[in-house]
């Protein structure tokens, strides 16, 4: 198939290029570099089945030939990014989503949209399921990422009910491995950048705070599932399995046995929730998906991974 990805560039989308790639389809790649890296890509240059175009997809989006389908996969994702382009976030997960479902409607092409667990806010239920309609302030901190994402999916539900587009939405839950820039804000980035530099190992509030984390490569496996079934409705994609912070600060501190880091505490951000854990029943059910990788092996390779940079 010829497949188009919006944010080639970034983390995720890059590792869906390489497997997409691999599976013997036609890729075109787009990114306007805001946060993706072309370094993400370097390795595909003179690729026969890869076609790069440095674009804002908030501009109309044109494309010669054919298109089967289309990984909506551009936004600044972490906290850290989208605080510095609030703006730009909230522009293309509105008019960059509007601009390639008329892509989709003109091509007869399948769209999905990366949603993402930041919808449900700091959610009163745990585990999150798909039904839950969240805790969010649609005027706090970051309501720029949270809100702009519920735009998006709505206005992929407009145009599946109106438009017959067809459409399909997953929800990401934190996600990590590779290609994740060294000081892009996250949590895993920051502790692995920390040990790795002997600087102390930053936990904000307590520690006791809990997320999941799901690797790349599952989660790329569930993107294509997902894109593939036949379920118009949100999908959860994520790591089940509940850790606390401060767990994850010392899994990474046995995984860099030389560093003279040490773990402190300083005082957390009042909007940092509390709880993120998907209920993946429906990934289950419908994409026969679950993640395969340990966390300790992932975090593993995101600690050689990031021993180039430091």
């Known amino acids: ?96 989503t509007w601009n390639l479902l008329d892509l989709a409607v003109e091509k007869q092409a399948r769209l999905l949209v990366a949603s993402t667990s930041e919808i449900y806010g700091d959610p009163l239920v745990s585990p999150q399921r798909e039904d839950y309609w969240g805790n969010t302030n649609p005027i706090g901190l970051r309501s720029m990422y949270e809100e702009a994402k519920r735009f998006s999916e709505a206005i992929a539900m407009a145009y599946q009910r109106e438009r017959q587009a067809d459409t399909r939405i997953v929800r990401i839950f934190n996600t990590f491995g590779p290609r994740m820039r060294p000081n892009d804000g996250r949590l895993i980035t920051n502790f692995v950048r920390q040990a790795l530099t002997d600087e102390p190992i930053t936990v904000f509030g307590d520690g006791t705070q809990t997320r999941t984390f799901c690797y790349v490569s599952d989660l790329v496996r569930g993107l294509i599932a997902a894109m593939n079934c036949d379920f118009h409705e949100p999908i959860n994609l994520g790591q089940p399995e509940e850790v606390s912070i401060l767990q994850i600060a010392k899994e990474i501190l046995s995984l860099v046995p030389e560093s003279k880091s040490r773990i402190t505490f300083e005082p957390g951000p009042s909007y940092d929730p509390r709880v993120r854990k998907p209920d993946i029943t429906r990934a289950r059910q419908i994409l026969g998906w679950s993640p395969q990788v340990p966390r300790i092996e992932g975090l593993a390779r995101v600690v050689d991974y990031h021993r180039q940079f430091m």
């Open 1 to 96: 198939m010829r497949v188009l990805i919006s944010g080639a560039a970034g983390f995720i989308g890059s590792h869906l290029v390489d497997c997409l790639l691999e599976q013997g389809n036609e890729v075109i790649g787009l990114d306007n570099f805001v946060t993706g890296s072309p370094a993400n890509l370097a390795h595909l240059k003179g690729h026969r089945a890869f076609t790069f175009v440095e674009q804002d997809v908030c501009l109309p989006v044109r494309v010669d030939g054919p298109v089967h389908q289309v990984f909506h996969l551009a936004s600044p994702a972490s906290p850290a990014a989208y605080a510095k382009h609030r703006i730009d976030t909230m522009k293309v997960n509105s008019q960059g």
